[in-house]
């Protein structure tokens, strides 16, 4: 068995001497307490510099939130990130002897070198053979000895704990003096502190009322505005004054108001900026945004018409401001702005018609005399007030309207048009909160609805026509709104007294629609379809609208003179005369004219033909020369139209017929051949190429036409004036047999009072014995007899003027005749025996004087023809009047088919008429 001493066994570790190990224990607890402090104490201070630094910032301008928050994260940097760095470092890297050792030897090399050396003789684990343990616990007894002979804690590292610490009081302190002098800019800091990213408003002791001031400021583009800053009423300091500018302009000063606020005001702005207002500490800043103002874009008028009108509500266009609506329609305003509009104002004002006289239409008075007048003036008086009453119209009350909006577009109630003008001013307010440019005002003028209008076109105004005759013409009516119908009405008189009872009635035309504002059609209307006997008529068109109880409306009226064919044959003669009169002034223009062109060609030469002057001799020639020509063919056109009528009227002999149809010929001749002609010539002598001689040839011509032009003319004033005679001579015999006619008729109608039911012989004729329906009827013969022998006096003033002019035996005769019976003064005895109801005697001269009259007319009127042709001498004459004849009576059957073609529409025109009646 070996020897215990022989082994190598190991020893116990040996413990540092519970001295040295208790020093270094509380050496590690004056560390740590000293470096926790040290880290907690920058934390803090950390936290209360940044707080200051805002603190003081916040005084002199707003922190941003950015800035804000990076301030707050330095700030508690050093508590979340130094803090911890720091405890690791002081507390956690010196736990173990061997670090408090090396930590020593920073400020004792030797001792901390000794205890770092004994530290690691702790844990060595040798044999005994190795180290004694005797020699391990002496070094370590000495190592302490010495250790205790040092202050451990003057080894600890530099220490900021105390400095810390004042200045953790110092800003403690610091914040507690900013929070007695100033507890809400300082509650207002912490809360902007720790809250970095919220909406806390920075806190100045001026402060603005924010909420009251727009951000961002519309403002009317380019014109000045005003702007008005207020401040809080719990506001700390409120200086006296404050200044503002925009953009980099001057800045602007403004005194607080009684309102707490400053006034500012801007010129006019056109680019966006800000406005910046300062106030003792406060500044803020306003974006400014310059817009055009809203303006009118449309306005139009959704009109609804009253009810009778039947019509669909219609849009008027009203930008010009000014709307004419019918009275009784109800109308609602609608405008369109240039931008969505937040409010709006509208007001009707209503306001009275324009004013009319009372008295207007009045007829004037009239009075025989003073008292009378009196009366009449007191009685218009009284007329005036009952109607000054009648016309007054209460007017509604002004009120403001109700307004709809939708984005853009405003409309306002219905309102109600009665009598009365109105006035509607709109304002508005965009979203932007522009007003628009002054107001739109919408003057509403109340019409009536007004009287439809209707008249004749393509006719003259006074007309004579044979009952058989047709007119045609164009009917128009326009209306403001819808027609109802359109028609023809007329009422006849006869000149003469007659039994018969005067023509009266209507023809309805065309139906109208509410939507027809014009109707036309064209009216064909023949005398004899109606059976319209020869009278005067008065022919109007009539219109008819909705309007209740306005009842037709007549235009300005035609008159149409329905002759006989004698009274026919009068104006047919005086027609005659009046073209036969412009013919002869006609021929005195073309002897002036032909004097004028001898004279040119006898005192100048050829060569003096071609100067200036004699060419403007020369062209005034031919301008008078063109203008009788035109004159010459309207002379031929009216005779045409004479000789067509004579035609038609039938009363006129052939001969007479002939001669009215060669002077036609001779005047469409003058006025389309021969005159122009003349007037050829007189310009080839103008032509600036013609040779003096070509010149002096056609001067000479032109003058040699022109005589056959003259002659010819004359011819034609001869031929015109002999067919004039025949006219005239014709017409005696239709007068005087129509005035036999009309005598036998007083006759006849006096017969068959004698031999009738009803007795009125001897009897006065006021008697009451006499019947009213007699007594009506000697009237009516009376003014018959009296118109006859007013026809009888001028048949005889015609026949003495007749002679004279042409000497004729037998028209002598005839009025030698008259004159001789004093026939006018036994006619007018005859009407006043008529009037004395003188029946029996009456009627036995009625009878002798309608002999007397027809015998005259016989003997003006000569033997009827044979019928045997012309006969005479030369064949060529007897067929050239055949010939003649034969184209009369064609031409009388073209117009006989014509009017009976024209009686037909009309009579078509009547049943359909009567067909639209019964609608």
Do not use: C
């Not at 707003?62 to 990130?81: D, H, K, Q, Y």
Request: no cysteine; proline share 5%; hydrophobic share 35%.
């Amino acid at each position: 068995m070996p020897e215990p001493s022989s082994r190598s066994s190991s020893q116990k570790p040996t413990s540092i001497p519970a001295e040295l190990s208790k020093q270094l224990a509380d050496f590690q607890q004056s560390l740590w307490r000293i470096k926790v402090t040290e880290a907690v104490l920058a934390g803090v201070f950390g936290l209360i510099i940044s707080f200051l630094i805002v603190f003081a910032l916040e005084r002199l301008f707003p922190i941003p939130a950015l800035a804000r928050l990076a301030i707050l994260i330095a700030g508690t940097s050093l508590a979340a990130v130094f803090a911890p760095y720091w405890v690791r470092r002081w507390v956690y890297g010196h736990r173990r002897e061997e670090q408090l050792a090396r930590l020593i030897s920073r400020k004792f090399p030797k001792l901390g070198d000794r205890l770092l050396g004994i530290v690691e003789l702790q844990d060595q684990h040798e044999s005994k053979e190795a180290l004694s343990p005797e020699l391990r616990a002496a070094a370590m007894i000495h190592v302490a000895n010495q250790a205790a002979k040092r202050n451990m804690n003057d080894a600890l590292p530099y220490s900021r704990h105390k400095k810390l610490a004042l200045g953790v009081l110092l800003g403690a302190a610091a914040i507690t003096f900013g929070f007695s002098i100033a507890p809400k800019a300082g509650g207002n800091a912490l809360k902007r502190w720790l809250m970095p990213l919220s909406d806390t408003d920075h806190y100045t002791f001026t402060q603005f009322d924010t909420d009251k001031i727009p951000d961002p400021l519309v403002v009317p583009l380019g014109e000045a505005f005003s702007f008005s800053a207020p401040l809080k009423e719990d506001s700390d300091n409120k200086p006296a004054d404050a200044r503002a500018r925009y953009g980099q302009q001057e800045w602007v000063k403004a005194e607080l108001d009684e309102n707490n606020s400053y006034p500012f005001e801007f010129t006019g702005q056109e680019t966006k900026d800000r406005i910046t207002i300062e106030a003792g500490d406060a500044k803020h800043r306003v974006w400014v945004e310059p817009e055009v103002r809203p303006e009118v874009s449309d306005f139009e008028a959704l009109v609804t018409l009253p009810n009778y009108l039947q019509l669909d509500p219609r849009n008027v266009d009203i930008r010009t401001g000014v709307l004419t609506a019918l009275e009784g329609s109800k109308v609602v305003l609608k405008g369109s702005f240039s931008r969505e509009i937040s409010d709006a104002t509208a007001r009707l004002n209503p306001q009275p018609l324009e004013e009319t006289t009372i008295s207007e239409g009045r007829a004037p008075i009239e009075a025989e005399n003073p008292s009378d007048l009196e009366s009449l003036q007191a009685r218009a008086e009284k007329e005036d007030k009952k109607a000054e009453a009648e016309n007054l119209v209460k007017l509604p009350e002004p009120r403001d309207l109700k307004l709809s909006m939708d984005g853009a577009t405003v409309s306002s109630e219905p309102i109600d048009l009665g009598r009365f003008h109105a006035s509607v001013p709109f304002t508005w307010t965009d979203v932007k909160g522009l007003d628009g440019a002054g107001s739109f005002k919408v003057e509403i003028k109340t019409s009536e609805d007004q009287v439809p209008t209707s008249y004749i076109q393509g006719i003259e105004r006074n007309i004579v026509i044979l009952a058989e005759e047709t007119l045609e013409f164009d009917i128009i009516s326009e209306d403001d709104f819808g027609l109802k119908e359109i028609g023809l009405s007329w009422v006849g008189s006869f000149n003469k007294p007659s039994d018969d009872e005067p023509a009266n009635g209507s023809l309805t035309l065309k139906k109208g629609s509410p939507s027809s504002n014009r109707l036309s059609d064209r009216a064909i209307f023949s005398p004899q379809t109606y059976g319209i006997s020869p009278q005067t008529l008065i022919l109007s068109a009539y219109t008819e609208d909705y309007k209740p109880g306005r009842g037709r409306i007549f235009s300005e009226p035609l008159t149409i003179y329905i002759l006989t064919r004698d009274e026919h044959a009068q104006v047919i003669k005086k027609r005659f005369d009046r073209v036969i009169s412009e013919l002869e002034d006609a021929a005195r223009k073309e002897l002036n004219n032909l004097d004028e062109n001898e004279r040119l060609d006898k005192n100048n030469t050829a060569e003096e033909l071609q100067s200036e002057d004699a060419k403007e001799k020369l062209a005034e020639s031919e301008q008078k020369e063109a203008e009788n020509a035109e004159k010459m063919k309207e002379i031929a056109k009216k005779m045409e139209e004479i000789f067509k009528d004579a035609a038609r009227n039938g009363e006129l002999d052939q001969k007479t017929m002939k001669e009215m149809a060669d002077a036609l010929q001779n005047m469409k001749e003058l006025g389309e051949q021969d005159m122009p002609e003349v007037e050829k010539k007189l310009g080839e002598a103008q032509d600036q190429k013609s040779t003096p001689e070509k010149t002096e040839k056609d001067l000479k011509e032109a003058i040699e036409k022109q005589k056959e032009a003259l002659e010819k003319m004359q011819e034609t004033i001869e031929k015109a004036n002999q067919a004039n005679e025949n006219f005239e001579a014709s017409t005696f015999v239709n007068r005087l047999k129509k005035s036999s006619a009309d005598e036998g008729s007083i006759g006849n109608s006096l017969n068959s009072a004698l031999t009738g039911k009803l007795a009125i012989v001897g009897a006065s004729p006021n008697s009451d014995d006499i019947d009213p329906a007699n007594q009506r009827l000697l009237g009516e013969l009376s003014g018959q007899q009296r118109s006859v022998t007013n026809d009888v006096r001028w048949i005889q003033e015609d026949l003495e003027r007749f002679y004279a002019r042409t000497q004729k035996p037998i028209h002598k005769e005839v009025y030698e005749d008259m004159a001789k019976s004093l026939i006018d003064e036994k006619l007018e005895r005859l009407r006043e025996k008529i009037q004395m109801n003188h029946t029996f005697t009456s009627r036995k001269l009625s009878k002798l004087w309608s002999d007397r009259l027809m015998s005259w007319a016989e003997k003006l009127e000569g033997p009827k023809p044979d019928g045997n042709g012309g006969g005479g001498d030369g064949g060529s004459g007897g067929g050239e009047e055949k010939d003649f004849e034969f184209m009369l009576k064609v031409m009388r059957m073209v117009q006989a088919e014509q009017d009976i073609r024209g009686r037909t529409r009309s009579l078509e025109q009547m049943l359909r008429s009567l067909k639209l009646s019964e609608r």
